[in-house]
């Protein structure tokens, strides 16, 4: 593995043909959701952007208001080349761990895109198995658009399950925390114990349950 030069740039200097090792073709950028919370699945998207259709204002997810990735959530699915949402379910991430459920999440991603990129650029240090080529761009989801594309996919989607969780198990407070340990939702877990998708593997929770709800 690489690492880039886009780790030494200002983003403002970045363009994504300036790879020097980049191939002709198009390329897809990766990003996930949802390693931290202690509960539900961990969300990756894949994402071809159109040159032809530049989309203004991608940045990382996390420095966007949820009003704007909501708004580019949808502009990135209809400009876009193509895109995909895949994910990694709570049971594959007590099974196989988060990191390696992460992985599983952006390959499902890769291999559910309607068009076969001939690069990949994963935001971090660690890539998927691929059967095409691919990078991991540290901090990429600040430099490359097509992996801000993605994050932005990927987060919306996540945001918009633990909307859907929150419904059904409003108790602990979903829509607001979006499954982070805060101190609202240890409250939550002590109270009512945990819930069928929290992260049972995850050391917070594990105490929590070995205690048991008061």
Partial sequence: ???????????????????????????AGVDEAGRGPLAGPVVAAAVILDDCHPIKGLADSKTLTALRRERLFDEIRARALCCSIAQASV?????LNILQATLLAMRRAVEGLRLKPSKVLVDGNRLPLLDVLAEAIVKGDALVPA??????????????????????????GFARHK????????????LHGISPQHRKTFHPVTELMNRGPR
Avoid: N
């Fill in 1 to 27: 593995m690489r690492s880039s030069k886009y780790s030494r740039v200002e983003p403002s200097a970045v363009r994504q043909a300036q790879l020097d090792w980049d191939v002709p073709g198009l390329l």
């Fill in 91 to 95: 049971e594959e991430i007590e099974r």
């Fill in 147 to 172: 992996i801000s594309a993605a994050s932005i996919l990927a987060k919306v989607h996540r945001d918009r399950w633990c909307l859907e969780y929150d419904r059904q198990y409003p108790e602990y």
């Fill in 179 to 190: 499954g982070y340990g805060t101190a609202e939702h240890f409250a939550a877990l002590r």
